[in-house]
């Protein structure tokens, strides 16, 4: 893979590495942007995500110039906003504060917004924004209670993880299960892809 573009994951969360490795993406580096992710007045959650991801990409590309080694690689970044119509769920940071997420879920339809964006070789961004549709089944007090002692909200977007307990919470969902956790593998391979990153050749069989 002599010619393979050097790969920045602008990103502190473990399940966004764990995501792209599970496509066989192994990032060069690590180079986490951290924002103030205050939604401004009136934003709409995927212009949000939108807004997130590419400064996050933006700080990791200024980041990455700072290092001789990964000149020219590309930048990866994303950002998951969980909301119920246009009201945005904070990424939960107290019991309470998930507590009073899972309340709102409970026996709802929500969204979630998951925006990504790669800066390639030239410096130019490409985004894409994916969205999908969850319903919880009615959650009874008891039930959020053992999620919260649990700690598995914590840092959360909307105080839930999907790829944990509160996998069992999800009676439905359209979209993609990736975007969720925080990665959407389908569109990510797609701008890796476009920008020449040989996907399929980190591809071999595990013993
Ligand atoms: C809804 C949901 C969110 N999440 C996570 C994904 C994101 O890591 C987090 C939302 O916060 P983000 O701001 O998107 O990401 P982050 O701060 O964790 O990481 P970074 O900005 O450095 O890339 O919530 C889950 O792990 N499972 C879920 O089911």
Known sequence: MK???KLVLASASPRR?????????RPDALLPASLDETPHRNERPRSLALRLAEEK?????????????????????ADTVVAVGRRILPKAETPEEAGDCLRLLSGRAHRVSTAICLVSRRGTLKSRLIETRLRFKRL???????????????GKAGGYAIQGLAGSFVSKLSGSYGAVVGLPLHETAGLLAGEGYPLHAGWSAKT
């Open 140 to 154: 009874s007090e008891r039930e959020i209670e053992s999620y919260l002692a649990s700690g598995e909200w914590s």
């Open 57 to 77: 990409a933006r700080e990791g590309a200024r980041l990455a110039a700072q290092d001789a080694a990964l000149s020219g690689a590309l930048i990866l970044a």
């Open 17 to 25: 590495l764990a995501l792209l490795e599970q496509i066989g993406v």
């Open 3 to 5: 010619d393979r573009p």
